[in-house]
């Protein structure tokens, strides 16, 4: 009985751990509406693009709000140059989208779409 317990807690944790780390997918994916960073990533691209910049500046900010309840989750899935490059992109973008310059806008914004990209895979 001791030769068991003592083979099936190492076992066990190793699950456990190995279930943490490759779980990536189901960290990334949002548990409500609010909070779906592909939503707004998609709802900011097309504000730029029609120059919508009051509803880019609510967009980014609810990103922004969405990006940061997700970077718990995936801290253990990440690597931190892909989290540390999003924030990059989020804070170019918030630039771009004051100076309302949306040829300095869409390429951050296809960068931080690829980065998420990237994550989910």
């Not at 068991?4 to 190793?14: C, E, N, Q």
């Not at 880019?56 to 609810?62: F, G, I, P, V």
């Not at 253990?76 to 300095?104: C, T, Y």
């Amino acid at each position: 009985m001791k030769k068991w317990i003592f083979y099936s807690i190492p076992v066990f944790t190793l699950i456990i751990f190995i279930a943490i780390m490759q779980g990536g997918y189901y960290y990334i994916t949002s548990l409500s509406d609010k909070n779906d960073i592909s939503q707004y990533i998609e709802r900011l691209n097309n504000d730029i693009r029609f120059s919508h910049w009051d509803t880019a500046r609510e967009d980014l900010q609810h990103l922004d709000v969405a990006w940061k309840k997700a970077v718990p989750r995936l801290q253990f899935h990440a690597e931190m140059d892909v989290i540390d490059g999003i924030k990059k992109n989020l804070a170019r973008l918030s630039g771009s989208i004051d100076a309302q310059d949306p040829e300095g806008a869409l390429p951050e914004l296809r960068e931080l779409a690829e980065h998420w990209e990237n994550l989910k895979n």
